[in-house]
Every structure is written in structure tokens, then in C-alpha cells.
Nanobody
């Protein structure tokens, strides 16, 4: 059974940092694309960052480029999202997700990901 467990959210002041973790199980992490998505109230779920474990390629949304960094520790089957220079507009519920059937190419859309973890709340105060 595929499982994804996100953690690491919290309340932080603007300019601060948080690191989200996503513990994965039930699939071969070497053959997966992992994505971090976020959803604010009343907004659509958006792709924040993705990583393809096939070739190490990454994707970042324009809004987080240069501030966030995605990484994977395949030995631990755990994926991370390091979030620096946080802004109030980063406030959202963050989800990790896995695309296990789409091949190596990242498609940064929620519909491309089959498995989802529960969300973790990130709140950035001004």
C-alpha cells in the first residue's frame, strides 16, 4: 500500500524557514516523481516543487524559485521541502504527492499525481 506522510508544518514569522518532510512507503522511490503542492483557502491546489527520482530533475513554481529547495533521501524514502525567506502568501496547507505511472518527466499538475499524503499546515505571520 502506497503511503505518504507529510510533516514539519507550523507557524513562522515572515522571513523565517521551515523544512517539510514526506515519508514514503509502499513503492520504489527510485522510480517516482514526488511533488509538493499547496492549497490556500478558496484557492486551487498548486504545484510548488517536484523532483523526478529518475533523473534528479526538479521543477519550482515561479513564486518559490530561489527560496524553496526540494530534495530526496532515497535511503530513507523521505523527501524534503526546505522553505526559506517565507512570506505570508506562502500560508497554505502543504501536501506531498507521488506520480508512479507517468514516467520520468515531471508534469507539475495535481491531476498527474495518483497518491497523496495528508496535508500539513504552514502559516507565515507578517
Amino acid at each position: 500500500e502506497v503511503q505518504l506522510q507529510a510533516s514539519g508544518g507550523g507557524l513562522v514569522q515572515a522571513g523565517g524557514s521551515l523544512r517539510l518532510s514526506c515519508a514514503a512507503s509502499g513503492f520504489t522511490v527510485d522510480e517516482a516523481i514526488i511533488g509538493w503542492f499547496r492549497q490556500a483557502p478558496g484557492e486551487e491546489r498548486e504545484a510548488v516543487s517536484c523532483i523526478s527520482n529518475y533523473d534528479g530533475s526538479t521543477h519550482y513554481s515561479d513564486s518559490v524559485k530561489g527560496r524553496f529547495a526540494i530534495s530526496s533521501d532515497n535511503a530513507k524514502s523521505t523527501f524534503y521541502l526546505q522553505m526559506n525567506s517565507l512570506k505570508p502568501e506562502d500560508t497554505a496547507v502543504y501536501f506531498c504527492a507521488a506520480d508512479l505511472v507517468g514516467g520520468w518527466r515531471i508534469v507539475p499538475q495535481a491531476a498527474a499525481f495518483q497518491y497523496w499524503g495528508q496535508g500539513t499546515q504552514v502559516t507565515v505571520s507578517s
